[in-house]
T-cell receptor, first 117, second 112 residues
Framework: ETGVTQTPRHLVMGMTNKKSLKCEQH?????MYWYKQSAKKPLELMFV???????ENNSVPSRFSPECPNSSHLFLHLHTLQPEDSALYLC????????????????FGEGSRLTVL | AQSVTQLDSHVSVSEGTPVLLRCNYS??????LFWYVQHPNKGLQLLLK??????LVKGINGFEAEFKKSETSFHLTKPSAHMSDAAEYFC??????????FGKGTRLHILP
């Protein structure tokens, strides 16, 4: 069983729907991440939360809205998406020990496969 | 600025033969380097990491990688491929610029 759990595993939504992706980590980590994985593209970092504060927002469109209510939970709220947003969305966590990325090992969930019609 | 290049998008080897997945990096500082593996419909799992200790790093499932500063390389190897090694492999670099950069991935195919 993975220490990072993502739900739902699969989601199909229309362009006018509002849905949310959920991530929960059971590892006691203090940093959480959302990544987007599209076919034939490198993994794209979307958001980073460290100690429940957003520390990075990689020019992600506002139709994606993250929420981190505590260090164990991370949400990605979806609204008015486009078909090109169809992808695998991966959540990860790490232990942020000294405020830098250098030694960070990422622990990934199994992803939420999103299809936008 | 840092970057990472995985030289092959696909590699095919026969079961029982050696595996070599190539990775070159560019970094302004002494980087940390990682290899992750992703099996179909799964998340990414850490195989091994280099963080300025020994240059030859051993990981899980018999994989290892050697950090070669002069060649700016961190190639992943395994002496004998197994069918269960079929997956996508990602080389990752991070340094004091505080970014984690993923390569585009190499899909490893194992032929029976």
């Amino acid at each position: 069983e993975t220490g990072v759990t993502q739900t739902p595993r699969h989601l199909v939504m229309g362009m006018t729907n509002k849905k949310s992706l959920k991530c929960e980590q059971h590892l006691g980590h203090n940093a959480m991440y959302w990544y987007k994985q599209s076919a034939k593209k490198p993994l794209e970092l979307m958001f980073v939360y460290s100690l429940e504060e957003r520390v990075e927002n990689n020019s992600v469109p506002s139709r994606f809205s993250p929420e981190c209510p505590n260090s164990s939970h991370l949400f990605l709220h979806l609204h008015t998406l486009q078909p090109e947003d169809s992808a695998l969305y991966l959540c990860a966590s790490s232990q942020d020990q000294d405020g830098t990325y250098v030694l960070r090992e990422l622990f990934f969930g199994e992803g939420s496969r999103l299809t936008v019609l | 600025a840092q970057s990472v290049t995985q030289l092959d998008s696909h590699v095919s080897v026969s079961e029982g033969t050696p595996v070599l997945l190539r990775c070159n990096y560019s970094s302004s500082y002494s980087p940390s380097l990682f290899w992750y593996v992703q099996h179909p419909n799964k998340g990414l799992q850490l195989l091994l990491k280099y963080t300025s200790a020994a240059t030859l790093v051993k990981g899980i499932n018999g994989f290892e990688a050697e950090f070669k500063k002069s060649e700016t390389s961190f190639h992943l190897t395994k002496p004998s491929a197994h069918m269960s090694d079929a997956a996508e492999y990602f080389c990752v670099v991070s340094d004091r610029d505080d970014k984690i950069i993923f390569g585009k991935g190499t899909r490893l195919h194992i032929l029976p």
